[in-house]
């Protein structure tokens, strides 16, 4: 996910490394997650009974910023199915505080758009 690997990413929000966890990248301390958005849509697929595309409307929200693991950017916040994250302007990854991803594949099941 990162092209700086002489760096380890650290979490944006508590600072600890984070680790490997299969296609994401996790805070083992706050159990934050950094994934890219491509496999939360897939996720979301996979979700769905049976299986449909899934558009995943993202809506700008306002919190302070906080910095791409991978680039160090301030990344912006929008929120995904009415739960707050925080997204790399360069597309480097989406940052999931604990149980926000899984609260996210909750409610897109079989919802529109």
Not at 56 to 81: D, F, H, Q, W
């Amino acid at each position: 996910m990162s092209a700086y690997r002489d760096e380890r990413e650290q979490c944006p929000r508590c600072r600890t490394e984070l680790t490997d966890a299969g296609t994401a990248r996790a805070c083992s301390t706050c159990t934050g997650v950094w994934i890219g958005m491509g496999e939360v849509q897939e996720m979301a697929i996979q979700m769905q009974t049976p299986l449909e595309p899934v558009t995943l409307g993202i809506v700008e929200a306002l919190r302070e910023p906080l910095a791409c693991p991978s680039c160090k950017n301030a990344m912006r916040t929008v929120t995904l199915y009415n739960v707050p994250i925080d997204v790399c302007g360069k597309n480097h990854g989406v940052w999931f505080d604990a149980n926000e991803l899984a609260l996210v594949l909750l409610r897109s099941v079989n919802r529109p758009g």
